[in-house]
């Protein structure tokens, strides 16, 4: 009768291996991992307007993931932050039948407002709403040009959500023009070399570096 023998698993390390293989992935899943949208706090200079849950402007929906950053102007002259988010807040109504919000609104003045919380979609980009921040732009004429306490924040702002997202600014941070095509922010797409320097200018700000808070 042929002797059996056990046969020896090959390639498989021992358990203790494994176990300390394990520890590491999941380190590093840690570290690298871009932070999930409840991570994040606002800087002090955003202030907080939640909307009024409802299915035209708020409608609640999670927001799993951050893959980028959309830029948009109001495309109302003159008008401020707070007039903009109050705008939004009026659809809740339905009465306009219209659907439509933004995450954060920047004001003449460079004030920020933030209508939705980071842990849920804003009506802004269509196909891009579901793994995208939106920011709305307030100016002061037909042109679409940002002022420059305006344009400031905004860098700033968009540069904030690129590091609390790991987002690279010439890869993630886009126009409302780049997902569906509307003329949106307008001046930025009738110059094409004033959102390459947008751009760059988050670019630079972000390389300066955000302090991180306990």
Known sequence: MATRHKKRSRGVPPAPLLLALAFVAVGAWVVLRPAGPADVQAPEWVEQQYLTENPWSRPGDKLKNVRG??????????????????????????????????????GLEGEVIQCIPLTEIAYASNGRNDDTVAVEVCHPDESGQFSGVTYGRVVELTAWLCDAFHLKPNEDVIRHYDVTGKICPKYYVDHEDAWTQFLSDVEARLNEGFEKED
């Not at 008008?79 to 609104?105: C, D, I, K, M, P």
Request: net charge negative.
């Open 69 to 106: 950053v959309v830029i948009h102007y109001v495309g109302n002259p003159g008008t401020s932050a707070q007039a903009n988010r109050n705008y939004f807040e009026s659809l809740s109504t339905g009465e306009e039948n219209t659907f439509a919000s933004a995450h954060f609104v920047v």
